[in-house]
């Protein structure tokens, strides 16, 4: 299938959607399609040869952030002409409501177009003015794909209209392998966690408090804790003779933060919920890390009740650090439930998620002549 | 009996001086009042015109959401949020603007180099209206601080004025004619 995939952010600059995009066309490639991206670029950066550049994005205020956006006439006919071109059977548009090269796609193009929303919010004001200026660009998506729960709720609020669930996937070869972190390594005595610190959702309280309850009888019991947040506020929470047991890496690279999975013993994911799906969870799997996480449905649902990871009652304290003691002494279990997390994770592969996606692709293109310009 | 008669001149110049003053006062606060009117009226044009101009369907429709989105928040920012809310219009009005060839691409509508030129105006507009409401500012604070008219309050509840603070720097393109 000849496949264009239309990116509304700056290729160059991190983010979830492009890193979504890349590993989309990535697996689609592999499976045997003919893919091409479209997406802002500087004029200096090195694309890969199925990314096409549309040129500069500008910055400016868009929804309370100042956001990278590729608009205007220009836009507009790069991505006139990159459809003219391309021959596409399908073109897939990634977050249309935002004012970038998607919603031009939508504008330029006529044919099977399928949609990805990404993104969730509340309440955005934009979003309402935006609404009735959207609908001429929303009337021609044929399907709507949405990445979240959260997504598609944001969605079905602000623009009406239902959307199918495919969550992110995972690459799971990216975290198969990675060298420890010097320092740290599986040891027989180190818990990881991976999220926002700040962030009390992420359960990161409940950790410390049954790391506390440990390690007086544990000596040689360590915390490693990677993501964003302020560090004294952490080891403000933990008694003074303990702090040095403690690592605290901040913000991680990608690369860094495939070896912090490779460096534990035990990975916790204490969340307290509104985790819709875990991406930190399926990255430790694919990393083989024993699990250690809370119960709410969405772990319970990737672990596969227990299968592929322990579980322990949301939000209890005594109930983590009893797990904890007996995952840490169990050298045994610890290694069967590695294996169990690495073969499980497998359906969340990109692989397996680009096939959905595909799926979606064959159902729109089933009636329809391909896409092309739209000069009405 | 001489006595008398310079306290009571003096009473009375002291009266008169202090009416004055008061009446300046009184002068300045309306020249204030009608300076922050001009000036929002100024800020309200130019949000409408770019409303306008994203409803018009002569841009893009990405063009049209980030101008209409823009002039939505500066139209209804509340007090606090206003200066925010309008410069991000004016960042955003550049950004539009001074796409290449934007001139160009208006020609080709009947409409668009009316708007344009509507909205140079509006433009323009609130960039004068702010001066002088700035301005009226800066002389009412001035009287307002001084001695005599805190010791006897001449300014009775009127607030102590606040500058307008934005980015109101124009379009390249507008500027330059």
Sequence with gaps: MRIGIVCPYTWEVPGGVQAHIRDLAEALIADGHRVSVIAPAADDTVLPPYVTSAGRAVPVPYNGSVARLAFGFLSANRVRRWIGEGGFDVLHVHEPAVPSLGVLACWVARGPIVATFHASYERSRAMSVAAPMLQSAMEKITARIAVSDAARKTLVEHLGGDAVLIPNGVTVSRYAEGEPLPGWGPDGGVIGFLGRMDEPRKGLAVLLEAFETLAPERPGLRLLIAGPGDPDDVLGRVPRAYRDRVGLLGMVSEADKVRAYHSVDVFCAPNLGGESFGIVLTEAMSAGAPILASDIPAFRRVLGDGQAGALFATGDAAALAKEAARLLDDPGRRAKLSDEARHAVRRYDWSTVAREVVRVYETVTHAAAGVEEDVS | ?177
């Design chain 2, 1 to 177: 009996m001489t006595t008398l008669i310079v306290v009571i001149a003096l009473v009375v110049l002291t009266g008169v001086y202090i009416s004055w003053r008061a009446g300046r006062l009184d002068r300045l606060h309306i020249r204030l009042e009608t300076a922050h009117a001009a000036l929002d009226a100024a800020l309200l044009r130019r949000a409408a015109v770019c409303l306008e101009f994203a409803g018009s369907r002569i841009l893009d429709p990405a063009t049209s959401l980030v101008l209409a989105a823009a002039a939505h928040e500066a139209r209804t920012a509340g007090p606090d949020e206003r200066e925010h809310a309008e410069s991000d219009l004016s960042k955003t009005l550049r950004a539009v603007v001074d796409q290449e060839r934007f001139r160009e691409k208006l020609a080709e509508h009947s409409t668009g180099a009316e708007l344009l030129t509507e909205l140079d105006s509006a433009v323009a507009k609130v960039v004068y209206s702010r001066r002088f409401y700035n301005n009226a500012v800066a002389v009412t604070r001035t009287a307002q601080r001084r001695w005599l008219a805190r010791t006897l309050r001449l300014a009775g509840h009127t607030d102590y004025p606040g500058f307008f603070e934005i980015d109101d720097a124009p379009p390249d393109s507008l500027a330059v004619e």
